[in-house]
């Protein structure tokens, strides 16, 4: 089990007062693919950065059990969690071109991630980077790993920052969001990867997303979040056949091609959801 995660709750101390920003998720994922839906608010990516304890001061973390491949994230120090973010667990981040630093070459920064964890020499570290970029498909790595990341695309930046994060042969990667600003075309290519990479080295992947029909094609599993709760958790092929209004209602408002609605449906929500 690479992630037992119960009870999770995380709030933030505020001028006003306390407010829980996640409020009792409880989940466990070993080597599948899991996904996070919702809207946006819900949650889905403070549960990520708690479980790598990457939030804001001022947030608080509390739960019954929050176990990342048998560390305990709640007692670790500082120095047990550099061990494993990044090389136990990447993290992809929504949009490369505020991830990458636009003031080192692709090639060094892939370098530096793969060194970071691995050791070795620059010319080693360099070696690898254009393996692990020929790894991701891309066409000419020796050329790219010269280039600066304004001089690439959306879909090759986040080619590059999945290369970064596969250096130290992570046993999780958390893909937080990582074809929302890619256009439908390089969105299908990404997640290909993804799937074929994750596949081949029998990692975990946990997807955040706000789009149900790429999670249930995709993924093996779904988690529905709304207002810090998980609402539902069902297999992904019977995300069609969901229990819970709330993601009954989501599956609603998607647009249709084959069932074209002359006006879409508006969310209704209920108080009692936020009990449940």
């Given at each position: 089990?690479?992630?037992?995660?119960?009870?999770?709750r995380v709030s933030f101390a505020t001028r006003t007062g306390t407010f829980e920003a996640v409020r009792g998720v409880s989940f466990k994922i070993?080597?599948?693919?899991l996904g996070i839906v919702g809207e946006s608010g819900s949650g889905k990516s403070l549960t990520a950065r708690a479980l790598m304890r990457l939030l804001p001061p001022n947030?608080?973390?509390?739960?019954?059990?929050?176990?990342?491949?048998?560390?305990d994230i709640l007692k670790a120090d500082e120095r047990t969690m550099r061990g494993i973010?990044?090389?136990?667990a990447g993290f992809i981040l929504q949009d490369p071109k505020y991830s990458l630093n636009?003031?080192?070459?692709i090639g060094r920064q892939?370098?530096?991630s793969w060194r970071q964890h691995k050791g070795g020499s620059r010319k080693q570290a360099l070696e690898a980077a254009v393996d692990l970029l020929d790894q991701v498909r891309i066409r000419d790595p020796r050329r790219v790993c010269d280039l600066y990341p304004h001089e690439v695309s959306g879909g090759m930046g986040q080619r590059v920052m999945i290369a970064m994060m596969l250096a130290p042969d992570p046993a999780l990667l958390i893909a937080d969001e990582p074809t929302s600003a890619l256009d439908a075309t390089v969105q299908a290519e990404i997640l290909r990867l993804m799937e074929d990479l994750v596949s081949k080295r029998g990692m975990g992947l946990i997807l955040i997303s706000h789009d149900l029909p790429l999670v249930s094609h995709f993924c093996?599993?779904?988690a529905v979040m709304y207002a810090g709760h998980v609402m539902e958790e069902l297999s992904a092929g019977t995300l069609a056949q969901a229990k819970h209004p709330y993601t009954k209602g989501l599956l609603n408002c998607l647009p249709s091609l084959t069932h074209p609605k002359p006006r879409l449906p508006?969310?209704?929500?209920?108080?009692?959801?936020l009990q449940s």
């Open positions: 089990m690479l992630v037992d995660i119960q009870n999770l070993g080597t599948e693919k947030a608080r973390i509390d739960a019954d059990r929050l176990n990342f491949d048998g560390t973010r990044g090389k136990r636009p003031v080192m070459t892939v370098a530096e093996d599993r779904v508006v969310l209704t929500r209920d108080a009692a959801w």
